[in-house]
């Protein structure tokens, strides 16, 4: 049963600037050919580059492995932390008074 009503909307394909390319085929009578995927992969970090979008593979890798369990945390974080504890506290505390009128 369909609620919404409508048809779903396709988003719009991006239009690139530089569009995405692909080198294909091998190259005749030369002595050191070009590695065509190489060659494809460099010009798609490229233009991802320009775009804004590239995220350094090595970087996130490094970040993941980095990164502690439960090690230095921010002020900011203990901030959330406890203002998480008292939201939960809070609604658990309305949840118990709910029931007790209920009755």
């Known amino acids: 049963m369909c609620l919404g009503g409508g048809q779903m909307r396709q988003q ?7 569009r995405p390319v692909t080198i294909s085929g091998t190259q005749t ?7 065509t995927a190489k060659a494809t992969e460099t010009l798609k970090i490229k ?13 996130t890798t490094v970040e ?6 439960g090690g230095n945390k921010t002020a900011q974080q203990k901030a ?10 809070s609604l ?12």
């Open 64 to 69: 993941t492995l980095t990164r502690s369990g």
């Open 29 to 35: 009578g030369v002595d050191d050919p070009i590695d």
């Open 92 to 103: 658990a505390k309305a949840r118990m008074n709910k029931k007790k009128s209920s009755k």
């Open 12 to 18: 719009p394909k991006r239009e690139y600037q530089n």
């Open 80 to 89: 959330n932390i406890a203002r998480n504890k008292a939201k939960a506290k």
């Open 47 to 59: 233009r991802q580059k320009e775009e804004g979008t590239y995220v350094d593979p090595n970087l």
